[in-house]
């Protein structure tokens, strides 16, 4: 994947750069918001990360430059502001995403990743797959193995959630926001707790789990 | 609005030009010289009017009593020829408060008539002669005073001079007839009145100039204590507050109004300073442990596993987190509090957020052997709307139920049924329900907790304030200071009650008319 991060944090910058390209990514780094918008201009990316407050031109004035000319890769928008009327500033000039610092790399990581493969069609996909588990988003019903699962309204929307993003990390964050539509910061376990329930039901009578907790960062649905 | 620069110190080693400016730039004496100027205007206005219409109505007197005596004068020649108005001139003449009368021919011959002494040129004109003149009359025929003979031109005693107003007719063969009415009174009453109007100037001025330094110089004086006394509280101590004489005149009013901003700000400030003085306690201690503990692995850094390092890294990172979220809710509370996100308040089903609140945490109270009880009996009734903000009233709502779940006696863990008969019979519930009134609503969020005592409430929504002592359950103290502040921006309030026993808390709204 590649990825233009606009920040004019050097320190911060290096370290991402490095971090991205130990994910397996090819980072490209612009260090004001004149070069980020050329740079983002030429184009070729698969996500851009954009720093609110840049020098020369901030980062929402390059979006919005963006989807003017017809451009719509994906952008996340990182900010010091993390207020909910920022969040919504944000996404209301194009922005895709939004993460507030300061944030686990692991987070950003997992939203960005989210984010580029977010060009592929899969909107259009009726039934998610994975392994033996299958969803149909038009009558609502899980099978796995060929059996019928009873989930509740909101397990099912977690389970649509982790296999539209099957084989990819999810934050407890993200859960939240796209299943529950809060952007809060529960203090309990509470998304834990939830996607335990839901790994009761999918993978407790079955031998292979496919739900699984990757450490430090969040859930990954994979056969 | 006339505000005055209060340096009052500055014109004490000032010039005169100096000082002289200075008082201009005071109110009290700027009034005054204007007060003063206006009123000398239209003092000099009204006078000159009076005075118009005084001498117009005397002009006209005059005026008549001449056309009068020339009738009579000329019904006299008429009867008699020049013999009989010589006679009727010379018997006019010596009539007490006569008029003035000279019978003459064009070479300045006189032939009767009690005029001493005129301006020649008179002598040359016919019909009115409207500008008062200066004559003199003959000795005998001075005004209300015995006849004396004397012929005209005739030296005696210096008289003041008087003016007079005149007519001047022709009659036959050459002859001339003067009559004059004395208009002494006129000129004389004009110097009363002119007289009048300097006097009553002179003394207005001096009026005002003492009104001027007895009020002018107290209101200043009290400009001035009031302009110490914000000096003071400039300096830093705001416990300070302006005088009030106690006369509740505009000065109290001000001074009033003053005091009470000035009470507001010592309030705020004392906030502000409480505050400060927790996030230094509250962010230094994590802050502290998190050294501690970077400071610890450092030192352990050769002879620790792989295994140990990462878990002592991942408790670093756990505490900044920890760290990162108090600044979070600080930043969050005091945004909110400043209103700045007033601009995204929009209409809210409130109920739904409770429902939606409900739900997220059923299962997590129930890994902890608590229940949740929502009552939606009231969805039926249609939604709640609320001006608010979705996400900030899904957080104070949270905050809520957090609380009451982590204050909440811990019931038994499921599946593990309690054989103590008090478990069964009062388990721990949180109920979280919505009470509709006519013009507000009410989210409540109750439990039968521990509760908290009632002389506690007002302190407990403050920052960083936390009963429990010895801090010993997770959190910040932050969290009702947010749903309080979350609340407020919305235009309600958050309402503490003893639920009997437990907390209720409830976040109290106004509806909106949709």
Redesign the interface.
């Known amino acids: 994947m590649r990825i233009l991060l606009i920040e004019d944090d050097q320190d911060a910058a290096d370290y991402l750069v490095k971090a991205f390209k130990e994910a397996g990514h090819v980072c490209d780094h612009a260090a004001d918001g004149a070069v980020g918008d050329t740079k983002a201009r030429i184009g070729g990316y698969d996500v851009l990360i954009v720093d609110r407050m840049l020098p020369k031109l901030d980062g929402l004035s390059i979006i919005a430059n963006l989807r003017a000319a017809g451009d719509h890769t994906p952008a996340m928008v990182l900010s010091a502001l993390g207020e909910v009327d920022d969040r919504v500033k944000g996404l209301r000039v194009g922005g895709d995403d939004y993460l507030p610092k300061p944030y686990a790399f692991s987070e950003l990581l997992a939203r960005v990743e989210t984010l580029g493969r977010r060009r592929s069609p899969e909107e259009a996909e009726m039934r998610y797959e994975v392994g033996d588990l299958t969803l149909d988003r038009l009558s609502h019903e899980v099978h796995r193995d060929g059996k019928k699962l009873l989930l509740q309204p909101r397990e099912y929307r977690l389970l649509e959630y982790l296999m539209k993003n099957a084989g990819q990390v999810v934050t407890r964050t993200m859960l939240l926001e796209n299943v529950w539509d809060y952007h809060f910061d529960p203090m309990t376990n509470v998304i834990d707790v939830h996607v335990s329930r839901l790994r009761g039901k999918i993978d407790r009578d079955f031998d292979v789990p496919l739900l699984h907790t990757v450490r430090g960062s969040g859930y990954m649905l994979k056969a | 609005m006339v505000t005055e620069p209060i340096d009052v110190d500055t014109s004490k080693s000032a010039s005169p030009m100096g000082r002289m400016r200075m008082l201009w730039r005071v109110t009290s004496f700027r009034l005054t010289v204007i007060f003063i100027s206006v009123f000398f205007i239209f003092s000099v206005m009204l006078v000159a009017g009076s005075l118009f219409t005084v001498t117009g109505v005397l002009h006209r007197e005059a005026r008549n009593i001449i056309n009068d005596e020339l009738a009579l004068m000329q019904r006299a020649e008429r009867r008699g020829g020049l013999q009989a108005l010589a006679r009727t001139v010379e018997a006019r003449s010596r009539a007490p408060g006569a008029s003035l009368y000279l019978l003459f021919d064009g070479t300045g011959q006189v032939f009767a008539g009690n005029v001493r002494r005129l301006p020649g040129a008179l002598l040359n004109r016919t019909g009115w002669i409207n500008e008062p003149f200066e004559y003199r009359l003959l000795e005998g025929f001075a005004r209300r005073r015995p006849r004396q003979e004397g012929p005209p031109g005739a030296t005696s005693a210096p008289r003041p001079d008087r003016v007079a107003i005149a007519k001047v007719v022709t009659l036959d063969r050459g002859l001339r007839l003067l009559i004059g009415r004395d208009f002494g009174q006129p000129e004389r009453f004009r110097r009363i009145i002119l007289f009048a109007l300097i006097a009553s100037t002179a003394s207005l001025a001096i009026i005002a100039f003492g009104a001027w330094l007895f009020l002018g110089r107290k209101a200043l004086g009290r400009i001035e204590k009031v302009s110490a006394a914000s000096e003071r509280i400039v300096g830093g101590d705001l416990s300070q507050r302006l005088p009030i004489s106690g006369a509740d005149d505009e000065f109290d009013r001000l001074a009033q109004s003053l005091n009470a901003m000035l009470a507001r700000i010592e309030s705020l400030d004392g906030g502000i300073k409480a505050m400060a003085d927790s996030v230094a306690h509250d962010l230094k201690t994590p802050l502290t442990r998190l050294r501690n503990r970077a400071e610890r692995e450092l030192a352990n850094a050769d002879s620790a596993s792989t295994a140990d390092r990462q878990n002592a890294l991942?408790e670093i990172?756990a505490e900044a987190?920890h760290t990162?979220?108090i600044f979070?809710a600080l930043?969050?509370i005091s945004?909110v509090e400043a209103g700045?996100?007033a601009?995204?308040l929009e209409p809210v089903d409130a109920c739904a957020v409770l429902a939606?609140i409900a739900?997220?945490?059923d299962?997590?109270a129930e890994?902890a052997g608590v229940r949740i009880e929502f009552a939606d009996d009231l969805a039926e009734a249609g939604p709640l709307m609320v001006r608010g903000?979705?996400?900030?009233l899904?957080?104070a709502l949270?905050n809520l139920v957090?609380n009451a779940?982590k204050y909440a006696r811990p019931g038994p863990p499921p599946g593990d049924r309690p054989q103590d008969e008090q478990m069964v019979t009062n388990p721990t519930v949180i109920s979280l329900f919505c009470e509709r009134g006519s013009r507000h609503c009410s989210l409540v969020v109750a439990d039968n907790g521990p509760g908290i005592p009632a002389h506690e409430y007002a302190r407990v929504v403050q920052r960083f304030v936390r009963l429990d002592q010895s801090r010993s359950k997770?959190?910040s103290g932050l969290?009702l200071a947010l749903v309080n502040a979350v609340a407020k921006l919305c235009g309600g309030s958050l309402e503490l009650h003893d639920n009997e026993p437990g907390l209720r808390a409830a976040i109290r709204l106004p509806l909106t008319n949709s």
Do not use: K
């Open positions: 991942s990172v987190d990162i979220r979070n930043l969050m945004r700045s996100q601009a995204t939606d739900e997220l945490y299962v997590v890994e903000n979705r996400e900030l899904g957080q949270s957090e779940l997770p959190g969290g």
